[in-house]
């Protein structure tokens, strides 16, 4: 074993709940815990389904905030027109239907770390409030007047480029700034190497348990074919899958037929089936917003229309991929 904060790292690489050896996430357990040692906020960043809460809570439990709170909330699952009240929380009768006053989750996570998942779907209005916050360590509920001073630690998560959303000036550059005091990017699965065997039978291990089941790995065939597929949906993608398997595994260990179709016969970087059609075509290549918006549709085809699966494959907030279909 070796220890990189005050929790060792097991031979696996299992640190406060992720797994994972390769070098990428022995660098990451390595500036988590320096991260954690400091005050500032901290900006999260990877694709959809990397682990972006789990390393929030390496953060926290490696922080001298340990013994508080852990607060998480979606940005992105709270209707706009609540989020202020959510976030600072509001006086009684501060509008219809605030029958008594209430904390927020700013207050709730006083002496800890308060958890901003999605933050670059928070509404323009909120980004200003956010920084007043950040800047004065206060925060004025809903409707009162009396400002109230909380001790948290803020850590935002996003799987958008936000240095990107600065120049299109739909986040603003100064809450961005403070925000990304501290950044941390997560790796893909597919830039983590060993990583992906290490997962697939911790999983199979995990569901094996959970589903009664005695299943003693996974076999070199299963595993071939899944070191072939790209994995847009990260570890999250692989934990589905592997649960498949688990459930649909018929002698001792995951063979291919076990996995989900779409991993027969994929090969890292290849598009989907027709996708690629059209760039054999050079008299009438397709614009970048059309095969986009192809793709895009072609993920709602695998996940049966389902819109939140489908923002989390593609590694975008829901909100954005309603903007591409409604465009």
């Known amino acids: ?51 972006k809460e789990l390393i929030t809570r390496a953060l926290h439990e490696e922080s001298d905030r340990a013994s508080g709170p852990l607060v998480p909330v979606n940005c992105a699952g709270i209707p706009a027109e609540l989020l202020e009240s959510e976030l600072f929380g509001h006086a009684c009768g501060a509008f219809t239907g605030a029958q008594r006053a209430r904390s927020g989750l700013f207050a709730a996570a006083h002496g800890g770390t308060l958890l901003l998942d999605e933050i670059g779907e928070l509404p323009a209005g909120m980004q200003a409030k956010l920084l007043r916050a950040l800047q004065d360590g206060r925060v004025r509920p809903v409707g009162a007047n009396i400002e109230r001073t909380v001790d948290v630690r803020v850590v935002a998560a996003t799987n958008r480029n936000l240095e990107r959303e600065v120049v299109r000036k739909t986040f603003r ?27 697939a039978e911790y999983f199979t291990r995990h569901f094996s348990a959970k589903l009664s089941r005695e299943i003693a790995g996974v076999g070199d065939d299963a595993l071939s074919l899944l070191r072939r597929y790209p994995f847009p949906g990260n570890v999250r993608e692989l934990a589905s899958m592997m649960e498949q398997a688990v459930a649909f595994c018929r002698g001792k260990w995951i063979a291919p037929a076990d996995l989900p179709e ?66």
């Open 173 to 199: 550059e100064d809450l961005f700034y403070r925000l990304s005091t501290f950044k941390l990017r997560i790796p893909p699965l597919r830039q983590r190497g060993e990583d992906l065997t290490l997962l």
């Open 262 to 327: 779409e991993l027969h016969g994929a090969q890292a970087g290849v598009a989907p089936d027709g996708l690629g059609a059209d760039l054999r075509e050079t008299d009438s290549l397709p614009t970048l917003r059309a095969m986009q918006l192809r793709y895009i549709n072609h993920v709602l085809d695998q996940v049966q229309g389902n819109k939140r699966l489908a923002a989390a494959i593609l590694g975008i907030g829901r909100r954005t991929l309603y903007r591409y279909l409604q465009d």
């Open 1 to 51: 074993m070796s220890s990189v904060g005050r929790q060792q790292v097991s031979p696996r690489g299992d640190f406060h709940g992720m797994i994972g050896r390769s070098p990428a996430m022995k660098a990451l357990y390595e500036r988590v815990c320096r991260i954690a040692r400091a005050a500032g906020p901290v900006l999260i960043s990877g694709e959809s389904g990397v682990g």
